[in-house]
T-cell receptor, first 110, second 114 residues
């Protein structure tokens, strides 16, 4: 069975500081990894997927299969980045099921 | 239209009531999902429909009954719920047959069981 771990419930950084939200997974196969974000009073939305290797809103995430990690990074935090961030895994051959981590609340302070 | 819509936004029901939650999308997605989300917790998958057929039931109690009448609509029928079923119920949709896909989420229905 697959599992996603986000060790930090809350991460507080100052505006302009670098941000790293940690995500580790356990899965014996080859997973698809995603980062979803939920801004206050808005719906859950996709931020990044590992397969596209893109940068969205300045965020990047690299899949490290050796460390089974998919950490989310941004060099300079902005106030509008404050939100709940969920790492999620889709098992290949596992149908359309997403397994979510417990989430990290990012707070960017001025 | 790239949105998933859900009605109602809020619902209060007694433990003996029968009610339904509705979800609609017009993106041509053939996979649709119901999730339950408690406060400050991640979404928990309940059901997955693929091509209008139930493909995943995450051992959800029978007081929750999903229905997919066509490729655009998804319902969740509720009967004899318990107070602990109070939560935000999220609907999502996605492509059914791609190697990499995105789930589009609705805003949710806030359910309170009294």
């Amino acid at each position: 069975a697959q599992r996603v771990t986000q060790p930090e419930k809350l991460l507080s950084v100052f505006k302009g500081a670098p941000v790293e939200l940690k995500c580790n997974y356990s899965y014996s196969g080859s997973p698809e990894l995603f980062w979803y974000v939920q801004y206050s009073r808005q719906r859950l939305q996709l931020l990044l997927r590992h397969i596209s290797r893109e940068s969205i809103k300045g965020f990047t995430a690299d899949l490290n299969k050796g460390e089974t990690s998919f950490h989310l990074k941004k060099p300079f935090a902005q106030e509008e980045d404050s939100a709940m961030y969920y790492c999620a895994l889709r098992a290949t051959g596992g149908g359309n099921k997403l397994t979510f981590g417990t989430g990290t609340q990012l707070k960017v302070e001025l | 239209d790239t949105e998933v819509t859900q009605t109602p936004k809020h619902l209060v029901m007694g433990m003996t009531n029968k009610k339904s939650l509705k979800c609609e999308q017009h993106m041509g997605h053939r996979a649709m999902y119901w999730y339950k989300q408690k406060a400050k917790k991640p979404p928990e998958l309940m059901f997955v429909y693929s091509y209008e057929k139930l493909s995943i039931n995450e051992s959800v109690p029978s007081r929750f009954s999903p229905e997919c009448p066509n490729s655009s609509l998804l319902n969740l029928h509720l009967h004899a719920l318990q107070p602990e079923d109070s939560a935000l119920y999220l609907c999502a949709s996605s492509q059914a047959d791609t190697t990499s896909y995105e789930q589009y989420f609705g805003p949710g229905t806030r359910l309170t069981v009294t």
